[in-house]
């Protein structure tokens, strides 16, 4: 089985302040990993993936994350916030397996925050 | 521009009366998903479809049904809502179930009176 953890379900920084949003998962095989950001009222749009490729993925809008197998974790960062970077984050898991339906496990997600 | 499309983008319903919720995408892609999302929670998948092949998880309740007459279009028919189907209902499609990337909708929010 596979589970998200996101730690800190409300993180706040100020404007120009790194973001650091916080995700470590739990998978039996290799993981797929992702971000996604939700605007309110608003779909998911995907920040960044990670498949199995480099470690440091490279995502839209400034964001980026690190996979760490021996940690577990997939944590997100930024390193300026800026106002419009305000919205709720979802870390999610999956894996490619025979059989897998692709589908995405997520965690609770992280509200960010951004104060002038 | 849009790629996968919802509508309404806001729907309310009453009680037992049934309603449909509608997505269609422009992507030709095989694989389409329904995530429903409560208030301040994570989404979590209804089911899916690959291409015509329907996927029910095992914790849908019977009263959601979907339907994709092609592969353009799939609705989400929930037979008789009730005060706990409120919520926001997002479809996503996928090219295959092996690439992974899901695009999504921008969801309708459903309100039952």
């Known amino acids: 089985a596979q589970s998200v953890t996101q730690l800190g379900s409300h993180v706040s920084v100020s404007e120009g302040a790194l973001v650091l949003l916080r995700c470590n998962y739990s998978s039996s095989v290799p993981p797929y990993l992702f971000w996604y950001v939700q605007y309110p009222n608003q779909g998911l749009q995907l920040l960044l993936k990670y498949t199995s490729a480099a470690t440091l993925v490279k995502g839209i809008n400034g964001f980026e994350a690190e996979f760490k197998k021996s940690e577990t974790s997939f944590h997100l960062t930024k390193p300026s916030a800026h106002m419009s970077d305000a919205a709720e984050y979802f870390c999610?898991?999956?894996?490619?397996?025979?059989?897998?339906?692709?589908?995405?496990?997520f965690g609770q997600g992280t509200t960010l925050q951004v104060k002038p | 521009d849009a790629m996968v499309i919802q509508n309404p983008r806001y729907q309310v319903t009453q009680f037992g009366k049934p309603v449909t919720l509608s997505c269609s995408q422009t992507?030709?892609?095989?694989?389409m998903y329904w995530y429903q999302q409560k208030s301040s929670q994570a989404p979590k998948l209804l089911f899916h479809y690959y291409d015509k092949d329907f996927n029910n998880e095992a914790d849908t309740p019977d009263n959601f049904q979907s339907r994709r007459p092609n592969t353009s279009f799939c609705f989400l028919d929930i037979r008789s809502p009730g005060l706990g189907d409120a919520a926001m209902y997002l479809c996503a499609a996928s090219r295959d179930r092996s690439s992974y990337e899901q695009y999504f909708g921008p969801g309708t929010r459903l309100t039952v009176t």
């Open positions: 992507l030709n892609h095989n694989v």
């Open positions: 999610a898991v999956t894996h490619r397996s025979s059989g897998n339906t692709g589908k995405l496990i």
